[in-house]
């Protein structure tokens, strides 16, 4: 293992195999695995360790760490920033600070190389003490959060709010008097007022003694969104433009960080126009747009654009940034298109990378979160191998991916369970080939699935158990007889198709919630006990068809393209009996009359032997 230019051993190695670097990329390596030798190769420590996290991932797909034969010549078509932004948590409690070192640890192992760590109010700062809310993380505490990411050969790029929406990070009884109005509602701090930059400095000056004896090669301050709020208003602005405003305060930000030898990064919508394709907040009637020439080239900017649509297939806005002379970051969202088509993007202009964001508070309730898992995966493939493979060609789930590296949920039984598979014949009522485009094809009888035996209706005509939701033709709940001692049961189960594609809501969509509880089980003991089951969309169950995030407490266990062209799929949500020694006596099957029908296809129970 070692770097080819300082290691003589795997300089032989390379020129034994006549194999060398092309020069693609720093990250560039090299994985030999033959009979006599493993060689991990890189043109630098970062693509060593590259090499490594993918020796990781043949290990983790053979019992017994066993690895076939392979050369592996490989390096990301993003060649800066593959990064992953995501807020400090607002409390400081052991769960959130367990959640954080053990997603730094997945992102290293997916290659990611960067992470934007978005602070603001949520450290106690010492300058600024009537700053941060209450239960905020010490400097201590982030220091270690830095060192862990260190340790994973990730670059930390501290990010602050700054100028624009003031209102959820500025405390106001302390700070009002640096708002550009009076008003409770305003977001934006003024751009001229000399105690806002005092302000802003002390903090930046505090997040860079963080890195101490080091210091963070780039400080990203947003100022996006300013047309929430307002600017040029107060006595102090009102003599100048606002596009004169935003750029002498950007480049006056940038001058104190250049100063200090850090780049600054700043967003990029109050920079781009209003218009449709380019999709900028930067219009009428503030025109902050006019501040892009005006702008130090040497500031490079922030260009999120958090959905797809037939505007921004092109996302031209990184060509129409880069003509002013900027460097760009391109930063996505959720959506998988969104995700697939901008890293493409990203990478054909050449930008400095491209990031995942997540502006969620908490990382313990990001990590159960289908949408976020599902992007923290499809952008590590993505941005190492644009366009591959295409998104309909994706053979695995995201989320059940990004639950594995986790360690968080095991699906697995032990090796001395006995299987009781139960008939669901007597009370299936229907098949979900009623309608043509839910045609499944799973034979009748006794499937293996993800290990797990289940038992599927002989009958196709009434092959499954549907209740009540948007289509009312089925009943509201069903009882299900079970008269077993069980450790656990597996729930072979899904819901029709909702009308709206949840996985494609972009951040500013009015209609972005999933249906909520569309489902419940109730386990009825032989005491007169009972306890249930909520079903959530998009935890427990999700829909069989097209929302590629899947569930995050189930796995997916049974996928196919259909004979029209769908792409189908199963979960098995797995529950643990606390109460193994009590009989289960019935279950009652029951709907949330939600927009969905919940489907149960098959029940697995286990004891252990």
Same mark, same amino acid.
């Given at each position: ?63 017994q760490s066993f690895v076939q034969e392979v050369v592996i010549h490989d390096w990301p078509d993003i060649k800066g920033m593959r990064g992953f932004h995501f807020f400090l948590p607002r409390t400081n409690d052991e769960a959130e600070m367990e959640a954080i070192l053990k997603l730094i640890d997945v992102i290293s192992y997916l290659k990611y190389n960067t992470i ?36 994973? &050969? ?18 106001? *009884?302390? +700070? ?47 100022? %996006? ?11 102090? &602005? ?19 960080? !250049? ?50 649509? !037939? ?74 191998? !644009? ?32 299987? +009781? ?21 799973? /034979? ?8 797990? /035996?289940?038992?599927? &209706? ?47 809501? %972009?951040?500013?969509? *009015? ?24 079903? &959530? ?40 009996? /606390? ?18 029908? /919940?489907?149960?296809?098959?029940? *697995? ?5």
């Open positions: 293992v070692g770097n080819a230019g300082a290691n003589k051993a795997v300089k032989r190695l390379l020129d034994m195999e006549k194999l060398q670097f092309n020069g693609s990329a720093p990250e560039e390596y090299i994985l030999i695995v033959k009979s006599g030798y493993i060689l991990v190769a890189g043109q630098s420590d970062r693509g060593v360790f590259c090499g490594l996290q993918t020796l990781r991932q043949l290990l983790s797909q053979r019992p934007f760590l978005e602070i603001d109010e949520r450290m106690q700062y010492e300058n600024e003490p009537k700053l941060a809310k209450s239960g905020a993380f010490t400097k201590q505490q982030v220091k270690k959060i830095l060192n862990f990411a260190q340790s994973r &050969c990730l670059k930390i790029i501290p990010c602050i709010q700054g100028w624009s929406h003031g209102n959820w990070w500025i405390n106001r *009884t302390h +700070y009002g008097h640096l708002f550009e109005t009076k008003n409770e509602i305003e977001t934006n701090l003024c751009l001229s007022n000399p105690k806002g930059y005092d302000l802003m400095y002390s903090l930046i000056d505090e997040l860079i003694e963080l890195f101490e004896p080091r210091k963070p090669e780039h400080l990203m301050i947003n100022f %996006d969104e300013f047309n929430h709020g307002s600017i040029g208003i107060c006595d102090l &602005c009102r003599l100048k433009e606002p596009y004169e405003l935003l750029a002498g305060a950007e480049n006056a930000v940038n001058k104190y960080l !250049k100063a200090k030898g850090i780049k600054t990064i700043v967003a990029a919508d109050p920079l781009l126009p209003g218009d449709p394709t380019l999709g900028g907040t930067g219009g009428a009637p503030q025109f902050t747009a006019k501040a892009l020439p005006l702008l130090s080239k040497d500031i490079i900017l922030w260009e999120w654009k958090y959905w797809y649509n !037939k505007y921004y297939s092109r996302y031209s806005s990184m060509d129409y940034l880069q003509k002013n002379g900027n460097q760009v970051i391109a930063a996505g969202w959720t959506d998988p298109l969104n995700i697939y088509h901008l890293i493409n993007k990203a990478a054909d202009v050449d930008a400095v990378g491209y990031v995942a964001t997540t502006w969620w508070a908490g990382i313990a309730s990001l990590i159960r979160m289908p949408k976020f898992m599902a992007e923290i995966v499809l952008s590590a493939q993505y941005s190492w191998s !644009k366009g591959m493979p295409e998104l309909d060609d994706i053979r695995f789930n995201p989320v059940d991916k990004f639950n594995s590296l986790m360690n968080i949920r095991s699906e697995k039984c032990n090796a001395d369970d006995k299987f +009781y598979l139960f008939d669901l014949a007597s009370v299936a009522n229907t098949w979900l080939g009623d309608d043509k485009s839910l045609v499944f094809d799973i /034979p009748g009888g006794i499937n293996y699935l993800d290990s797990i /035996p289940f038992k599927l &209706c002989d009958n196709l005509q009434r092959g499954c158990v549907v209740l009540r939701g948007k289509d009312s033709r089925y009943p509201k709940e069903i009882m299900l007889p079970i008269k077993k001692k069980l450790n656990s049961l597996f729930f072979l189960h899904t819901t029709s198709k909702p009308e709206v594609n949840f996985a494609r809501q %972009d951040i500013f969509s *009015t209609n972005r919630d999933a249906p909520r509880n569309v489902a419940r089980y109730k386990i009825n003991y032989l005491n007169g006990k009972s306890l249930v089951l909520q079903l &959530c969309y998009g935890n427990q169950i999700v829909s069989w068809n097209g929302e590629l995030p899947g569930a995050s407490d189930a796995v997916t266990v049974w996928s196919k393209a259909l004979k029209n062209g769908a792409y189908a799929s199963l979960t098995s949500y797995r529950w643990i009996n /606390p109460y193994p020694d009590e009989a289960i006596v019935s279950i009652d099957y029951a709907s949330d009359m939600s927009e969905v029908n /919940p489907v149960l296809f098959a029940l *697995t129970g286990t004891k252990n032997k």
